[in-house]
């Protein structure tokens, strides 16, 4: 081993669980009891410790512990339906794999020894999950990434929750072919912008359309002369939904969002909500192209020869003169994952290609460095649906062109286009001289 050589913490984490904890609760390595989690130790030392290997192994035990009901009820159901789906369980035999699981749950708790705080283990370094971050007890858990680790765990949860991600529509500098830039949009950018703003009321936060003259003074009063309302418990398409808005900074992502409704309805906890109250991240802006920013492709080459090349041959890493990489903004994404993470809402997110790309790569777990590649992904006036449970992972593909289940595209462009070529027939109708 090379004396000179220094431990580095690469960032590199291998994760170890058992995806049927009864079956595999008597294997050492479930960490189960106090003794196996020893026996765990002791392995990963005699890695750490031979004189072959410059392997340092820091061990983190991570404990979840559910006693809220509702939780439970939540995953087995989760789990119920994915055995459906996938032919695992027949519809009729729900009832009897309910109380199968529930029997199981009673016996591992029977059999599992928990994380001691009695001294016994004050050695190890854990992080015990009370309610999937309701309650966070850590033990040694000082250096920076396991420090990362509670804090991305204590924001993550198995509750059903959807996220749409939606790119801005068409801008002036899009029909240029220019970089970056804070240009409006276009008329066409605005067609989409409408188109938007009705699928978030109907689809997203499921109001109820107002026409003027329906209604009763109170309701007029409530959403004007038309526009959009709550639905209530008892209404038969059920309860509008309380649901979150981001936009970047950017002139063209603001003015995507602008004409979405966003009345203030009962919350999940029967407060006042102001659902799809636009929120502005500068960290979802779109990547800064530096000394490229307002330049075609064209004038790129000309001022800057060799940046399409380098470009080319690492489109994650390199960074545009005196801008920003796929790396950088990777960096900067990282806090608005962490809250994106934490939320059970329905969350619409409008933003940028490059941004947008490296979300949908997290969530559909392709790797990052295929995130830039995706070229038939994030396209303007598409919406695309990600509808995330404790079941998501099951179908993960890991290719960046076969989209996942959990996976719904809503594509407006054909909508676009028609009403686009309806607004130009009525504009030249208006222009021919009447007989």
Same mark, same amino acid.
């Given at each position: 081993?090379? /004396? ?13 669980? +058992? +995806? *049927? ?9 479930s960490?189960s ?15 750490? *410790?031979? +004189? ?12 979840v512990?559910?006693?809220? /009901? ?17 032919? &695992?369980?027949?519809?009729n ?22 994380l001691?705080?009695?001294g ?36 993550? #949860?198995?509750? /059903?929750?959807?996220?749409?991600l ?7 500098? *899009?029909?240029t ?30 109001l ?33 939904? !309380? ?18 409704? #966003?009345?203030?309805i ?5 407060s !006042? ?9 500068? *960290? ?26 380098? &470009? ?6 390199? &960074? ?50 295929k995130?830039?590649?995706?070229e ?46 309806? &607004? ?12």
């Amino acid at each position: 081993m090379d /004396k000179n050589a220094k431990n580095v913490d690469s960032g590199r984490v291998a994760i170890v669980f +058992s +995806s *049927n904890a009864m079956s595999s609760f008597y294997e050492n390595w479930s960490g189960s009891s106090k003794e196996r989690r020893r026996w765990i130790l002791a392995q990963l030392a005699t890695i750490s *410790n031979s +004189s072959k290997s410059k392997t340092r192994i820091k061990t983190i035990f991570i404990e979840v512990t559910l006693t809220k /009901k509702y939780l439970e009820r939540e995953i087995l159901s989760q789990k119920l339906e994915r055995d459906v789906r996938e032919g &695992r369980l027949e519809p009729n035999s729900t009832r009897e794999a309910g109380q199968e699981w529930r029997e199981k749950v009673q016996e591992y708790k029977k059999l599992y020894v928990t994380l001691q705080d009695d001294g016994s283990e004050d050695d190890l370094s854990y992080m015990k999950l009370i309610n999937y971050g309701e309650r966070v007890l850590t033990n040694r858990m000082r250096a920076y990434l396991p420090q990362r680790i509670v804090q991305f765990l204590t924001a993550t #949860h198995p509750t /059903k929750h959807t996220i749409y991600l939606c790119r801005h529509g068409q801008s002036e500098y *899009n029909t240029t072919g220019r970089l970056g830039g804070n240009s409006p949009l276009t008329e066409q950018g605005w067609v989409f912008a409408e188109i938007l703003s009705r699928f978030a009321a109907q689809h997203v936060c499921k109001l109820k359309e107002f026409h003027s003259g329906q209604g009763d003074g109170d309701i007029e009063e409530q959403v004007g002369a038309g526009g959009w309302m709550e639905r209530g418990a008892d209404d038969e398409e059920g309860p509008s939904v !309380a649901a979150r808005l981001w936009t970047s900074s950017l002139f063209r992502t603001i003015q995507t969002a602008a004409l979405i409704p #966003h009345p203030v309805i009962r919350g999940p906890d029967g407060s !006042a909500w102001e659902s799809m109250s636009p929120r502005v991240y500068r *960290n979802i802006d779109e990547i800064f192209a530096g000394d490229c920013e307002g330049l075609t492709p064209e004038e790129v080459k000309v001022s800057h020869p060799q940046a399409s090349n380098l &470009r080319k041959m690492d489109k994650i890493g390199y &960074r545009y003169p005196r801008g920003e990489s796929y790396f950088d903004i990777i960096s900067r994404l990282e806090p608005c994952i962490q809250e994106m993470e934490s939320y059970t809402e329905p969350l619409l997110i409008v933003s940028h290609q490059a941004i947008l790309r490296c979300i949908f790569a997290y969530l559909t777990g392709v790797d990052r460095e295929k995130a830039p590649g995706m070229e038939t992904q994030i396209q303007q006036n598409v919406v695309y649906q990600i509808d995330l449970d404790a079941s998501s992972e099951d179908h993960i593909t890991g290719v960046a062109n076969n989209l996942p289940a959990f996976v719904t595209v809503h594509d407006f462009r054909k909508e676009v286009e028609e009403t686009m070529l309806a &607004r130009t027939c009525r504009q030249l109708q208006s222009l021919d001289p009447q007989p």
